[in-house]
Each structure stands twice: as C-alpha cells, then as structure tokens.
C-alpha cells in the first residue's frame, strides 16, 4: 500500500486516497494475528542466558510461569479490546483521516488476536506442566 501510494504520488502527483489510515489498521492487524502464531510456534524471544545449565524440568517450569503470565496479559487485552470494540460501535467511532472508516471490526479482530494469543499462551503452560516441552 505505502509502495504503491508513493509510486502514485511520483507518477501522477496524488497519492492514494486514505493510505495512512489503510496502513494503520492494516499494520495493527497484522501484528495480532500473527502474535498467536508465534506463541502457539514459540517463536517469540527468550532470553536463556542464565538458565541454560539448569535442568530441562527446571526451565520448563519458568517457561511456563511466563507462558501463564502472557497468557493472563493477552487474555485481559483480548477482554479490554471487545468493551473498546463495542463501545466504539456504539458511539459510531470512525479514523479521523480522510476515509473515515469504522474502527469496532479492526478493534474486535485486534481482540480476537489476543484471544488467540492467550489461549495459544494457556497451551503451553498445561505442556510444559505435562512435561512435554
């Protein structure tokens, strides 16, 4: 979208109408719902410096402690995200950019993400609590 705005922009002097706000929202959605992905693949960053010469039940163990801690956090975000999402379709709530567009559905899809996210998050912890990590 920025590509081909810019490219309009160069080519024929106007850019694209309401790119900044397509991209906005486009941006946003895309990080949620590839946040569940990445949880759920445990492709996130850990940082193992410290813990790399304990034993694997031990890192288990805090991997999961933090697995639950994330997964409490994307939970209440997800929860957050739908009172947001129903009170911005409530009140009518659109972008202030030139389009206008109305924000509740990307705010529901941003709180289906971190849904997805939690519960991706609650997976682990009940694996690694298996000791299937």
């Known amino acids: 979208m920025v590509s081909a705005s810019v490219l309009l922009r160069w080519l024929a002097g106007a850019p694209i109408k309401g790119d900044i706000e397509l991209v906005q929202i486009g941006g946003g959605l895309a990080v949620l719902g590839f946040l569940a992905q990445g949880t ?8 193992d410096s410290f813990t790399t010469w304990l034993p694997a039940r031990v890192n288990d163990a805090i991997d999961g402690f933090w697995n ?4 409490v956090v994307a939970l209440v975000l997800a929860e957050r995200m739908a009172v947001g ?15 206008a567009v109305p924000i509740w559905w990307a705010i529901g899809l941003g709180a289906a993400g971190f849904a997805a996210t939690g519960l991706a998050a609650l997976y682990w912890v009940a694996r690694l609590a298996r000791g299937r990590g």
Not at 85 to 99: C, D, M, R
């Open 40 to 47: 759920l693949m445990r492709a996130n960053i850990f940082v």
């Open 68 to 71: 639950l801690v994330w997964g």
């Open 85 to 99: 999402a129903a009170e911005a379709l409530a009140s009518h709530t659109t972008t202030i950019g030139l389009l």
